[in-house]
């Protein structure tokens, strides 16, 4: 669900922050994400998006999550400190994303995992090793400000 087309809707931190714990609450959050890019395309706001959201039917795939068991969290930013010279750059060719990149060895590239507390990522870097998240975000501060934390995670299975 995200695009490059989030940032125009999220350009402030706070509504950054907003997708963020909206991309947590699952399905409804996934409507939700879905009509920000819909919104963002029509050069809506956020306030847009969730009407847009509440009109939209919901995806009744089946869905479920098999749990894997408790991983430490971490996060890194584009910035040299945190990646180097690759900055967006993921090791599987993707562009990093806030709210969908996470690294990990532990799964395959393109892995759909559930973070407890966190929300849905897709597995798209590598940079850490066994029972280890990081997580993408843009901002250095952001990164700093969450520390380091443990959650259970899900593999999600269609």
């Known amino acids: 669900m995200h695009t490059d087309t989030l ?38 706001g956020i306030l847009a998006a969730v009407a847009i959201a509440a ?8 869905e479920t999550r098999e749990p894997v ?6 996060w890194y930013c584009p910035c040299r400190s945190c990646s180097g010279k690759w900055g ?13 990149t996470v690294a990990a060895s532990y799964f395959r590239p393109g892995t759909r995992i559930y973070i407890e507390g966190i929300g849905e990522r897709i597995v798209q870097d590598t940079g850490v090793t066994g029972r280890h998240l ?11 400000d969450n520390g380091v934390k ?9």
């Open 88 to 100: 967006h750059q993921t090791s599987s060719g993707a562009t990093c994303e806030e709210g969908v």
């Open 69 to 74: 068991g408790q991983f430490k969290l971490t």
């Open 7 to 44: 940032p125009v809707v999220a350009r402030r931190p706070e509504d950054r922050r907003l997708l963020r714990e909206i991309n947590e609450e699952g399905q409804l959050g996934r409507r939700i994400l879905g009509a920000v890019q819909t919104a963002a395309m029509a050069g809506l």
């Open 55 to 62: 009109a939209t039917p919901v995806d009744t795939r089946a």
């Open 150 to 158: 443990y959650r259970q995670v899900y593999v999600i299975k269609d």
């Open 134 to 144: 990081d997580i993408f975000l843009e901002s250095h501060d952001e990164c700093l």
